[in-house]
């Protein structure tokens, strides 16, 4: 078997190789290949993940290659976990729409925009990249905004599957308050990615127990934390959010805190910084404590479970993926991309039935569903106009004078990366 990292550089990677070294009989890789632009950085990370592997006994082989083309050909699976514009472009998303008085954020409002605008056609190259080697391999996104980018490579026929690291952190989290295992706790999970609520909390599997409420009544307190949102605001919705949820809960209050410290991408290339100095130590073959604060909890057991249920492995039945809606929700498009649990194999992610939603959740879902419409068109055709009406539909702008100013700054911030600017 052979996989693809395409971002294989990112400081991400480690994370990722240790969940393919420790679960290698659910994933039997024999090939890995890192494919990143950034010569040092892949050495590093390459390096690195070689000793991870030899310390484990893996005995799958790692390459490193700057070389699209070389390094998807004949994958089984490829996965994208790409950052076009680097943590640079990640701080503009982060500080420009404050000027505007908007969230500063990388993957909603008009931070999530300007990088859906940048990300979709790059991913979409890579792509048909991938197609004409192997058109048979599937693409696993990982890739912010990543519903906007799911629906980008599902609309042009790839076999791809979205993830996010959200809910199998909602999964462990609350497995750890119940003292039970992880595979025991099944979410009901619904909404779009990074707009995601857990309507249920079931032991055993997905007709189990809801335990959700004795988990508010008991853990309220640590789960309101983890959101950073009051407790009371969690026991009168009497579901638990996705922290991303408090960018529109309390947008106001976000956007005074973004403005009194540096952005999150100015902590990030800090921490990255220092990463990859750990990195090219030669004694270093283990992910180091500090890549748990750089983000991506979880990941590399989302991403093993995910590639081996696809390609005919050990994963679960049952998974969180990003994929068409399918008339899950009804109130959305068929080929609307959601956030739910699904059945996932060889043929692909086919959505689970939902709890019906409350119109607190289903009104905002559909209002965000229709900005993701507008961002794709926009991604894929350009335009000032698509632009405009892309943010203005956004339920943390929808204001004409925002809207306009926005439209401007996002043009002059991404202007190297949008080929009809």
């Not at 990370?45 to 390094?71: C, E, M, N, W, Y």
């Amino acid at each position: 078997m052979k996989l693809a990292v395409v971002g294989g550089g990112s400081t991400y990677t480690p994370e990722l190789i240790d969940g393919f070294a420790r679960l290698r009989d659910t994933l039997p890789v024999e090939e890995l290949v890192l494919v990143d632009p950034d010569a040092h950085r892949l050495e590093l990370v390459g390096g690195l993940a070689r000793r991870i592997f030899a310390k484990q006994g893996h005995p799958g082989r790692i390459v490193t290659t700057s070389d699209i083309d070389a390094g998807v050909a004949d994958a089984d699976a490829v996965l994208l976990q790409l950052r076009v514009g680097g943590q640079a472009a990640r701080n503009q998303d982060e500080t420009w729409p404050l000027e505007c008085g908007c969230v500063g954020q990388e993957t909603t409002g008009a931070g999530g925009l300007a990088k859906a605008l940048r990300t979709v056609p790059v991913v979409l190259d890579i792509a048909e990249r991938v197609r004409r080697t192997n058109p048979n391999a599937w693409i696993i996104d990982f890739t912010n905004p990543v519903g906007i980018v799911t629906r980008a490579l599902l609309q042009a026929g790839h076999k791809a599957v979205g993830l996010c690291n959200v809910a199998i952190g909602f999964q462990r989290k609350f497995a750890a308050l119940l003292d039970v295992t992880p595979g025991e706790v099944h979410l009901d999970h619904v909404g779009l990615n990074h707009l995601s609520w857990e309507l249920g909390v079931r032991l055993g599997g997905p007709e189990g127990e809801n335990v959700l409420p004795r988990l508010i009544a008991e853990h309220g307190d640590a789960i309101a934390d983890d959101l950073h949102m009051p407790r009371a605001i969690v026991d009168r919705l009497g579901v638990v959010p996705s922290y991303y949820l408090r960018y529109f809960y309390a947008h106001d209050e976000v956007v005074r805190e973004l403005g009194t410290k540096p952005s999150r991408a100015a902590e990030v290339a800090a921490m990255e910084k220092e990463l990859l100095a750990m990195y090219g130590d030669p004694a270093l073959d283990e992910k180091p404590a500090l890549l748990a604060k750089r983000g991506g909890a979880f990941y590399s057991e989302a991403a093993v479970d995910l590639a081996a249920s696809l390609l005919g492995g050990g994963g679960s039945a049952v998974q969180v993926v990003n994929t068409y809606n399918k008339g899950t929700l009804p109130f959305l498009p068929d080929d609307a991309v959601i956030e739910v649990q699904a059945k996932v194999d060889g043929t692909g992610a086919t959505p689970l039935a939902v709890p019906e939603l409350d119109p607190l959740h289903s009104g905002l879902i559909a209002n965000v569903t229709a900005y993701e419409d507008l961002a794709l068109q926009a991604a894929l055709r350009g335009g000032r106009d698509r632009v405009f009406k892309a943010l203005l539909a956004h339920p943390l702008i929808g204001q004409f004078e925002y809207a306009e100013a926005l439209t401007d700054k996002l043009i002059a911030h991404n202007r190297e990366h949008l080929a009809w600017a």
